[in-house]
């Protein structure tokens, strides 16, 4: 809650872990303000808060996260799962319908006590439990007519279909969804020798073919199958988990770091702002000192200085050019080789004096 509600990242709800906490935290509230009368078993969501170790907790969280995952992993794994449960239950239905209800009664007698042996004297005879064989704890035991199954005592048969299924009618094959579960009993091996001992008294113990199938590909491969997904969902998560925490370790540092930069850059552009202000108002009530004006006239006074030696030496360069121009009107011509030594002695001597 430090680092706010739901606004900004990083905050109490932007985690998903604690809309579980902020739910049961406000029916509690709620509960405890409102009288809820026939709703007060929304008291009993309280109980939910120690779901909020999970959330602190971290091997816990990923458990539970490992769970949560793995679920959408086992698609397939339930689909085949599903798939081999039902050829299983069909097959028992279609072996072992009915054998669970085969009993030990009485013959019928044929000394005319219960008259002629009709329809409905049989009938009326077999439903009549004082006809069934019952041990001395009153369990009837189950029997088969098949080699190798149960046998009956002396004066008694094996019949099928009179009186319920074992275990209060919960364990038989007659229907499909009886013999679904069944198959998954063994599947999960939930007091499977039980039913395994019951079907082998009642059918032969050739049937505990039907037993090594199921119990090998439903708990040793199915059952294994879905724990290996879990355990694969278990370590991506874990993986996952870590790279998480790392990258939300580094977008804090990176937004702290960003935060820091960007108070730093506006510290810099107050003291930038301030010391501006400071040289403009130093400028405003600073006076110019009397070395300037010296300097100003000594610049001044060069430059005048610079131009009238200019003009000296144009002047003189006037001047030599005339007296060139005026000594040659007078001198008598000359050969020209001469002549022209005599003009580049004047050029040189010229230029000298210029």
């Known amino acids: 809650m430090a680092r706010g509600f739901i606004l900004c990242p990083f905050t109490y709800l932007r985690d998903a872990w604690n809309w579980l906490d902020f739910v049961v935290i406000a029916l509690a509230y709620v509960t405890m303000g409102i009288d809820l009368g026939n709703l007060a078993a929304l008291r009993t969501f309280r109980v939910l808060r120690a779901l909020k170790t999970v959330a602190i907790v971290p091997g816990l969280k990923t458990i539970v996260g490992a769970v949560i995952e793995s679920v959408k992993n086992l698609r397939d794994v339930i689909i085949l799962t599903m ?24 013959i019928f007698p044929t000394d005319g006590s219960w008259g002629n042996i009709s329809h409905e004297n049989w009938d009326r005879f077999y439903k009549n439990e004082t006809n069934w064989y019952t041990t001395e704890d009153g369990k009837m035991p189950l029997c088969g007519n098949s ?19 074992p275990d209060y ?99 810099e552009r107050a003291n930038a702002a301030a010391a501006a202000a400071e040289a403009a108002e130093a400028a405003e009530h600073m006076a110019k000192s009397p070395s300037d004006f010296s300097c100003h006239s000594y610049e001044l006074f060069v430059g005048q200085e610079k131009g009238n030696d200019d003009n000296n030496k144009e002047k003189m360069s006037i001047r030599s050019e005339g007296l060139e121009s005026l000594s040659e009107m007078t001198r008598p011509s000359a050969p020209s080789g001469v002549a022209a030594g005599t003009a580049s002695a004047k050029v040189r001597k010229v230029s000298a004096v210029s």
């Open 147 to 165: 080699s190798g199954a149960g046998q009956c005592v002396e004066g008694y048969f094996c019949l099928q279909g009179y009186g319920g299924n």
């Open 83 to 106: 798939f081999s449960l039902s050829v299983f239950a069909l097959m028992g239905l279609q072996i072992y319908m009915g054998v669970l209800s085969q009993k030990c009664v009485k």
């Open 169 to 267: 009618g919960y364990t038989s094959f007659d229907t499909f969804g009886w013999a679904f579960l069944s198959a998954f009993r063994l599947m999960t091996q939930d007091f499977w020798e039980n039913l395994y001992q019951q079907v082998l008294r009642s059918a032969g113990p050739w049937h505990m073919l039907f037993f090594i199938v199921i119990i090998f590909l439903g708990s040793f491969y199915l059952v294994n199958l879905i724990l290996a997904i879990v355990a694969m969902s278990y370590d991506e998560l874990q993986k996952k988990a870590e790279e998480e925490e790392a990258a939300e370790e580094e977008a804090m540092r990176e937004a702290e770091e960003a935060a820091a930069a960007k108070q730093a850059k506006l510290e």
